[in-house]
């Protein structure tokens, strides 16, 4: 049955796309949004006690109201997530596991459990002031080299709960395909985004059972963070496209491009496009109904989704193809504002009103 | 230029109700003449009227300046009026030359000297067609060549064309505008109804615009603009007070329920792709041959498997295929028909029966015993709740207005407790009262959870019952509202451009 659906080109065989519509209908709210601070490759952002806190490649910056930073600490590998809690900072250091700053767990750090390293921390969340759940997107490739998992079609990702106490690691779930956002539900169930499924699972952080809540997405989710109402603000990478999803099934193809092509001009999704000539599909045409048309698939967006307690999305914010404001990795809510780290963008956008339920954008 | 046809406040009306009234239309001696307006405008009315189909039921129909009646459409075509309508009215088995001289058949026909006969007129028209080739095989834009032939041979001084490029590909269309140029030039008349407002601004000399059966602008192609165009379409007045206000507040967004995904049909429906969430009245707007009902057909499993030439269609995340009605039903899809004598129920059974027909396809009878009291029940039941008014419960169909008709299409829909219901039409031909009572039913079904599609060729009927409006143009969704962002004016402009 399985070759028959691959020859028909039928269900998980068929080069479809689920459509951007409904509560994930196109706007301009990303491009329109105010800047807070520029930032070049912004990401992870934490709202915390002394303000807002952000990486940028390996240092981390702290931002005033006004959007004044100052650097807090310097890595030596880039900064590849980071959490807060209870005067606590968890700070993920690609391909050099978790170190725990400041509260009373500073200091502690973990690499690696069961002979396993933790060379991927893609999300990092405290359950509690003793626990923290950390994602480990894949056991090959360091978080930098997100586009190279994918296009590996990577499922050695795993979930970990980690003791701040007694230094243990217990690993709740194993085989994701780049899981790279956690968000806690208050219960015994947490969210984690399955990027490249395109879904949102919840977790039974007990038994690690698996359900699907948000499924067929038509972009690859990233973080996850709280979200006025008890929901959520679900961050994506990028859209997907229909030549991706091509190229994904096309095995031969894909591995000569990835051994010959340099990364930057692969025909995969990106942060941010239209940074060299030489990237893939930027000149291209497309001849429909007699007419030579330029054309070109979108390989960087900017979009974040608000979604209710059960991460069913309500609303979105998008940079469309044309825009700047890609790559949104990272969403946090200050007070009534959204910010917004547009990593493909090179800063930090400031929705006002949207933590409060403010939708007046254009289309 | 002389008027060659000119009506003067001319009504027609069909039991009472004016398809239009008081029109005053006038076509002049080789022009070219583009009526536009909504679905239900009364355009075609108009123009059968002319092509004598229909009789005036009040005012003048001038021919030269004096007035005429015509008894039947031969009567219209002896005086040179031809009417080419959109689905063409050739004979597929026979061959183009055959077609043109139907109804000059001699005793013995030599076919070798028809074709040399076609063929010599053909070219002398310019159209590269092969006499000798059978109908049936013709793309759409060689048909129409055919019908034109056939107007011409026929000595058409006016010819109608009702939404001729329709099915037309762009350079079929360029080629069919520069033989309706040919035409005028030669002295032919030429009257358009098209819902492509770029070619009525480009090609037509005059515009005439309907709205609710009467002329709401007319004048100069080069006065019009679009954006004037698509205001006199859809201004209207008396809609409102039908439908109500479509500002309000949409209800949110549910779980989605169906996700349609790059779907292709038939060449119907190209690429489409949208999603219908469980909770809102998904309204689906769009001119008709936009390919709305292919795409409802093709989910509900009602259109043939093999139209289906790619893409997806995924219920609750799962991805579904079906060949026939069946399965869709009991996965909780239903279709409720725009052509509900043709299709919706028994017109000679009661409404008790079709109900059960309807009750024995959704399982909960395995052994299809066939029960006259259940069929009674049903129908109490269900007359009782949709607010039927039958004049007795063994009332037939037949014997129901459109209104109640519908209402048990509908409620025999409802017996399958689907998740996803998709009324086509679901107001056509029904009369003012039950068009409220059954927008009612839409919203409350909305409210119960269920996922609704409406589509609907009437812009006020999707303002007044959706809660987001899809645009549907040549077989893909084109575009996307909230009711609340919604006016009629941008989802007539997404339909039209």
Known sequence: MNFL??????????????????????????????????????????????????????????????????????????????????????????????????????????????????????????????????????????????????????????????????????????????????????????????????????????????????????????????????????????????????????????????????????????????????????????????????????????????????????????????????????????????????????????????????????? | MTDIIEFQTATKAFGGLAAFKNVNFSLRKGEIHALLGENGAGKSTLTKVMAGVYKLTEGKLLLDGREVSFSSPKDALDKGIVMVFQETNLVPAMTVAQNIYLGEEKMFNRLRGLYIQARQFLVGMGFQVDPTAQVSTLGAAHKQMVEIARAVHHKARVIVFDEPTATLTPEEKRHFFNLIKRLVESGVSIVFITHALEEALEAADR??????????????????????????????????????????????????????????????????????????????????????????????????????????????????????????????????????????????????????????SNGSNPLSVVSLSRARVLAKEWGERLKLKAISDRARMIELSGGNQQKVVIAKALIQQPKLIIFDEPTRGVDVGAIVEIHQLIGELADQGMAVVVISSYLPEIMAVSDRILVAKRGRIVEEFMVSDATEERVMFAAVH
């Open chain 1, 5 to 363: 659906r691959k020859l028909l080109g039928r269900d998980e065989w068929a080069i479809t796309l689920p459509v951007l519509d409904g509560p994930l209908l196109p706007n301009q709210a990303l491009e329109e949004a105010e800047t807070f601070a520029e930032l070049a490759g912004a990401d992870n952002l934490v709202a915390t006690e002394k303000g807002l806190v952000a990486s940028s490649a390996n240092r981390l910056f702290r931002y005033d109201a006004a959007g004044q930073g100052e650097v807090i600490a310097e890595f030596d590998h880039p900064i590849s997530a980071v959490t807060g809690a209870k005067g606590m900072l968890a700070i993920g250091i690609d391909g050099d596991g978790v170190v725990i700053q400041g509260g009373q767990h500073g200091g502690r750090t973990f690499t690696e459990a069961n002979g396993r390293r933790f060379n991927c921390v893609t999300a990092l969340t405290f359950l509690d002031a003793n626990t923290l759940l950390m994602a480990n997107g894949s056991d090959t490739v360091p978080a930098s080299q997100w586009r190279r998992d994918l296009m590996q079609k990577g499922a050695s990702g795993s979930l970990w709960k980690l003791d701040l106490k007694t230094g243990t690691a217990t690993c709740i779930a194993d085989g994701l395909a780049w899981p790279a956002g956690i968000a806690t539900t208050g219960s015994n169930r947490i969210y984690v985004s399955e990027s490249w499924r395109h879904r949102v699972l919840a977790i039974d952080l007990s038994s690690g059972a698996r359900e699907p809540v948000l499924e067929h997405l038509p972009a690859y989710p990233a973080r996850i963070s709280p979200a006025y109402d008890a929901g959520y603000w679900l961050s994506f990478y990028s859209v997907r496209n229909q030549l991706v999803e091509f190229i994904l099934r096309e095995d031969a193809y894909r591995a000569r491009m990835l051994a010959e092509v340099p990364e930057p001009f692969w025909m995969a999704p990106s942060l941010a496009s239209g940074l060299s000539f030489r990237e893939p599909m930027q000149g291209s045409q497309l001849k429909q109904m007699g007419v030579l048309k330029p054309y070109a698939v979108t390989r960087s967006y900017g979009l974040v989704a608000n979604c209710d307690a059960r991460m069913r999305p309500l609303a979105s914010f998008h940079s469309r193809a044309d825009g700047t404001a890609h790559g949104t990795v990272a969403a946090c809510e200050v007070g009534d504002d959204l910010l917004v780290a547009s990593r493909g963008g090179g800063r930090i956008l400031r929705l006002p009103g949207v933590a409060n339920g403010h939708r007046e954008f254009q289309r």
């Open chain 2, 207 to 360: 515009i005439t615009v309907m709205r609710d059966g009467e002329v709401v602008a007319s004048g100069e192609a080069k006065d019009f603009t679009r954006s004037s165009i698509v205001q006199a379409m859809v201004g209207r007045s008396l809609t409102e007070t039908l439908h109500g206000s479509a500002s309000r507040t949409p209800r949110p967004y549910g779980e989605k329920v169906l996700s349609v995904e790059n779907l292709s049909c038939a060449g119907l429906v190209r690429n489409s792709s949208f999603s219908v969430f469980a909770g809102q009245v998904t309204g689906m707007f769009g001119l008709v041959g936009a390919g709305r009902t292919e795409m409802a057909k093709v989910i509900s499993g009602v259109m043939k498997r093999n139209l289906f030439h790619g893409g997806e269609i995924r219920l609750n995340g799962r991805s579904v295929r079906y060949r026939v009605p069946r399965p869709a039903m009991l996965d909780g899809i239903v279709y409720v028909t725009e052509d509900r004598k043709f299709d919706g129920f028994f017109e000679t059974m009661t409404v008790g029966e079709n109900l059960q027909i309807s009750e024995l």
